[in-house]
């Protein structure tokens, strides 16, 4: 079977606030593929071997390594998913895309200004940071966490933005307001720590796993999004593989909705 959707690790960590870790991702993912069943929503995923590997980076670099990530996703022809690594690695996929809209899925917006005061590019102000460049359009789905300035430059750049606490209807409500091209980030501290302890900035509260999923799988579907990220996942911070399983099994559902069945080598 040809391989259609291609699969990488974007290992970079450089401006995390708060709990380190989410650089050991990509290796850890590949390590619980094997042992998990193939099972999505649209039945059985075939294992086609589409993983690129990582990209090859510097810790403590971030400029550097955006830029290594950009030249490594131009060599890339979409539909791929990238596997993060922290938020800001979706900064140089949006930078080399340009997509008419972005989908955000995320506990936070990722609008500040500066974070940590003083700091303009880390994983806190990527997406403020990306608009200001390439004036996108953008849906904000989950957020239940974020400074006045954040909400106020969501609402002045005219985002739609959904709260944890949305419905079906809300979300078809959203991407009816969608065109063009499309990127879609999922940061897995959208969900609630008690389902996604593995995650660098957990904040109370937040949707479930099950909610989650028929979320990614309704806006594969209807908007086939050129490529998509799962981003801030920590391992050292997970237990017993609670996130880890949950973030393979977002990759079958994804990878199969965008394209045809794919998974990360073993």
């Known amino acids: 079977m040809k391989c259609r959707v291609k699969i990488f690790g974007a290992p970079m960590e450089d401006t995390v606030s708060f709990r380190p870790g989410t650089r050991f991702a990509p290796q850890k993912v590949r390590s619980v593929l094997p042992h998990l069943e193939y099972t999505t929503a649209f039945g059985e995923a075939a294992v086609v071997h589409c993983d690129m590997g990582d990209v090859e980076l510097l810790q403590g670099m971030p400029e550097e390594n955006l830029n290594r990530i950009k030249m490594f996703i131009e060599k890339t022809t979409p539909p791929f998913i990238m596997i993060g690594g922290e938020h800001t690695v979706t900064l140089a996929a949006l930078e080399v895309l340009k997509p008419n809209t972005y989908i955000h899925i995320d506990a936070h917006f990722d609008l500040r200004n500066e974070w940590p005061p003083g700091q303009r590019l880390s994983h806190a102000t990527f997406a403020r940071r990306a608009h200001e460049k390439l004036d996108f359009y953008a849906i904000f789905i989950g957020v239940r966490a974020f400074d006045r300035e954040e909400y106020l430059y969501a609402r002045e750049s005219g985002f739609y933005v959904v709260g944890s606490d949305f419905t079906r209807r809300e979300i078809a409500d959203a991407v009816s307001t969608v065109s063009g091209s499309v990127y879609l980030s999922i940061d897995v501290d959208v969900l609630d720590p008690a389902e996604a302890p593995g995650v660098g900035t957990p904040e109370a509260g937040g949707i479930d ?54 998974c990360l080598s073993s």
């Open 209 to 262: 796993y099950r909610t989650l999923e028929m979320l990614l799988i309704d806006l594969t579907l209807t908007l086939k999004p050129r490529a998509l990220d799962i981003v801030e996942f920590s391992p050292p911070n997970d237990v017993s593989d609670i996130t880890a399983v949950k973030v393979a099994r977002l990759l079958f559902h994804a990878s199969t909705a965008i394209s045809q069945p794919v």
